[in-house]
């Protein structure tokens, strides 16, 4: 069990199931961030019939605005199974390829998912729907409050706060940070955040087009300018740009005419470019912490690791980080759990390489992007050229992307949404639960190395007859062992 930090004392072992159901405690877990990662997670949770505390520092009703606008097959897959995915759907636009480098075309349609393309709509758009899931699983809500402190003993985790009343303090069984890249969690628990900054002075703006830019999300670098424009679908387009020749604070004003500018300088035009809803400036780091867990204290989201904006990887890497962990808090919490502590364990030992990759993959992508010297331009054809003759590597390329070509190892891959004698697979995971998917006439039992108990498993039997195999699917869509 990881343990690195600066909290109070060594947790148990053993957790007792028991503990923290009574009214000795304020809730099963405490959640601190209400962006999607910390909503989801917190819906997850109270749907499991757990007590659920999610606190949050922005004032409610206060509009969320960040940089997020893509959803990619995999996010999609897992919203899906809490059946959300198609009403997401309609407040945004499909983009069925992506072009970068000016000529290379990544063809998303050949995913094999029932989501083959790339939403692009707004965080927010996410987070309403993650937020009325769990207002409406009974999550307790509490906005304008603010974590100043924590510490953990051998069965709790209690956490200081600032509410809009004042000082208060809540005491949970475990505490998830879910809280950013300025994490008060990380800071109270003494995890560093190593890393560097990656690229500077970035301008962004949702804007209005006189001409349609196409279907494609587009990136495209020209001389010292690099901008990327996609379609959200409602008739507004995201907009990134960089300037190598204006590099300036976070701070100093981004004018509509830097952006525009900006633009057509790297895209050959400006498509048009007429009206600004939002424009900001802001600089992108490459950090990871090194551990996800200490000891009742877990981060998730941009509160573990953040990367540069290629290839939109960040939002849906924080989901995925929610999907893993949250299934995994309710078996232990409730007592289902075959061998809680390595359970728990696997979060760090599942997610945290998942990271590390995104900042790899991310990394390169931008330092391509705003590739410089001969040498590195060139460095950048022969990869755009090798991507655009050899298939496999730009459908790898595309399903790390995606998200769809990631697993945990030979025994932890992602299950496509399968047909089944009772329905469709992601339908019948919006129970929270395994399923034992096996052949008509068989009712294999779990094996003892199975991570829950087996009364916790949905039967279910393959729509197609010809198939023999029998197989284990966790919650988050994965495969678990069958082994005796």
Same mark, same amino acid.
């Given at each position: ?87 997401? &759907? ?29 939403? $692009? ?320 006439? %068989? ?5 003892? %190395? ?28 994965? $495969?678990?062992? &069958?082994?005796?």
């Amino acid at each position: 069990m990881s343990t690195t930090g600066t909290t109070s004392n060594t947790p148990d072992p053993t957790p007792d199931p028991a503990v923290g159901t009574g009214h000795d405690l304020d809730a099963d877990v405490l959640v601190v961030g209400a962006g999607p990662t910390g909503l989801l997670l917190a819906g997850d949770l109270a749907a499991a019939g757990l007590r659920v505390t999610l606190v949050e520092r922005r004032p409610q009703g206060l509009s969320n605005l960040t940089r997020a606008f893509s959803v990619h097959a995999r996010t999609l897959e897992q919203l899906d199974a809490r059946g959300l995915a198609d009403e997401l &759907l309609t407040t945004g636009s499909r983009i069925r390829g992506l072009r970068i480098f000016g000529g290379l075309d990544l063809d998303l349609s050949r995913l094999p998912s029932r989501f083959p393309f790339l939403l $692009t709509t707004p965080q927010y758009e996410v987070e309403r729907l993650l937020e009325r899931r769990a207002l409406s699983t009974g999550v307790d809500f509490r906005y304008g409050t603010e974590l100043r402190g924590l510490r953990q003993d051998a069965d709790t985790v209690t956490a200081e706060l600032t509410g809009p009343d004042g000082p208060i303090t809540l005491r949970a069984r475990y505490l998830v940070g879910a809280d950013g890249v300025r994490s008060a969690v990380r800071a109270a628990i003494g995890l560093p955040f190593p890393g560097t900054s990656v690229i500077r002075s970035m301008v962004l703006a949702d804007v209005r087009l006189t001409e349609e830019p196409g279907r494609r999300l587009t990136v495209s670098a020209s001389g010292n300018a690099l901008a990327f424009i996609a379609p959200f679908g409602d008739g507004w387009y995201r907009v990134i740009g960089w300037d190598r020749d204006h590099q300036v604070p976070d701070s100093e004003p981004v004018t509509f005419e830097e952006v525009r500018d900006i633009a057509r300088r790297a895209l050959g035009r400006d498509f048009g470019m007429h009206e600004a809803r939002w424009v900001s400036r802001f600089h992108s780091d490459e950090r990871q912490v090194p551990d996800y867990r200490s000891g009742r204290v877990f981060l998730a989201g941009d509160a573990a690791h953040v990367h540069s904006p290629a290839g939109g990887q960040g939002m849906n890497t924080g989901l995925q980080d929610a999907a893993n962990l949250s299934w995994k808090l309710a078996a232990v919490l409730r007592g289902e759990a075959t061998d809680p502590e390595a359970l728990l364990d696997s979060y760090q030992t599942e997610r945290h390489p998942i990271g590390a990759l995104v900042l790899r993959s991310s990394g390169t992508l931008i330092r391509l992007a705003i590739a410089h010297s001969p040498l590195q331009r060139a460095a950048r054809a022969v990869a755009s050229r090798m991507l655009g003759v050899v298939r496999p590597a730009a459908d790898r390329v595309v399903g790390q992307i995606s998200g769809i070509g990631l697993s945990y190892g030979p025994e932890a891959r992602r299950v496509p949404d399968l047909e089944l004698r009772e329905g469709r697979l992601y339908e019948l995971l919006r129970e929270g639960r395994f399923v034992l998917i096996a052949p008509e006439g %068989t009712s294999p039992a779990l094996p003892r %190395t199975a991570p829950v108990a087996p009364e916790r498993a949905i039967r279910a039997t393959w729509a197609d007859r010809a198939r023999r195999d029998t197989i284990l699917v966790r919650p988050d869509g994965y $495969t678990a062992p &069958l082994g005796a």
